[in-house]
């Protein structure tokens, strides 16, 4: 099914210099870019994107880490954007995440675990409403 799914490189993927190598593999993959922006996400975003985890033990440390620097937001679009994502993302304990993956391949430990994907396609449009306006999401298309 051709889905969107919302992408994000946290501040610790940014300051290790990965942005570039994820867009890189979701272009390798097939995917296509359909709104990009850098920001320093405000608390309020953060608590919004956020809300499920309110109240969990790591939710204040969760949200100083997002909020400690600037962020790369993403919409990627294709077949199957979503579970092919978070494939490509691996386990968010980056310890358990297969060599090949993201994590797998730049991290160690679930409080910097450099990219976020959305779950589900009820998360990935919620999120991406949340992050980008209607108009910061273009509609391209290749011309043969
Ligand atoms: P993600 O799956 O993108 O969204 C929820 C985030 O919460 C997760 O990535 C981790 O960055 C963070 N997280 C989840 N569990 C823990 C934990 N036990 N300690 C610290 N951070 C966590």
Redesign the pocket.
């Known amino acids: 099914k051709n889905e969107r799914t919302f992408i994000?490189v946290?501040p610790d993927g940014v300051q290790r210099g990965v942005v570039g190598d994820v867009i890189h593999r979701f272009e390798q993959r097939g995917y296509k870019l359909v709104a990009l922006k850098m920001l320093q996400a405000p608390r309020a975003l953060l608590e919004s994107h956020?809300e499920e985890?309110k109240g969990?033990?790591?939710y204040e440390?969760?949200l100083a880490?997002?909020g400690s620097g600037p962020v790369v937001a993403m919409v990627w679009e294709g077949l199957n954007a979503v579970s092919v994502g978070r494939k490509m993302?691996g386990a968010?304990?980056p310890a358990k995440s297969e060599p090949g993956t993201i994590r797998g391949d730049f991290g160690i430990v679930?409080?910097?675990?450099i990219?976020?994907?959305s779950?589900s396609e009820t998360s990935a449009q919620r999120e991406i409403a949340l992050w980008f306006k209607p108009d910061e999401i273009s509609q391209w298309t290749h011309t043969a």
């Open positions: 994000m946290k956020y985890h969990k033990k790591f440390i969760l880490y997002i993302l968010t304990d679930t409080g910097r675990n990219v976020h994907g779950d």
